[in-house]
């Protein structure tokens, strides 16, 4: 069974940093494995996508340039380094896999497995 379990969030004042890690059990990070973030009252957004552990699809106009997805093979264990944080980057993170290869979706509908989110603030 495919488990994923994220940590790294926080309180950050605004211009600080975090890097969030998704650990994945049950699955290799050959599969695709997705960043997904929702704030309070808002839908949940996809923020960007890894596929065979190095292939990163962005998809969030707000966090470019700030925000990087990266990998760990031999942890298993996919990042979301955010940098130049934002009080309107407050929200829940979460990390998402689909037990394909070399595809990639920013709709959270094609994603079947979830972890259970970190919660990220940004206030001074």
């Known amino acids: 069974q495919v488990q994923l379990v994220e940590s790294g969030g926080g309180l950050v004042q605004p211009g600080g940093s975090l890097k969030l890690s998704c650990e994945v059990s049950g699955s290799t990070l050959a599969d695709s494995i997705g960043w997904f973030r929702q704030a309070p009252g808002k839908e949940r957004e996809a923020i960007s996508c890894?596929?065979?552990?190095?292939?990163?699809?962005n998809y969030l106009d707000s966090v470019k340039g700030r925000f990087t997805a990266s990998s760990d093979a031999a942890k298993n264990t996919v990042y979301l380094q955010m940098n130049n944080l934002e009080p309107g980057d407050t929200a829940v993170y979460y990390c998402?896999?689909?037990?394909?290869?070399?595809?990639?979706?920013?709709?959270?509908?094609?994603?079947?497995?979830w972890g259970q989110g970190t919660q990220v603030t940004v206030s001074s």
């Open positions: 890894i596929s065979y552990g190095s292939r990163v699809t």
């Open positions: 998402a896999s689909k037990r394909v290869r070399g595809v990639c979706s920013s709709s959270s509908a094609w994603y079947r497995y």
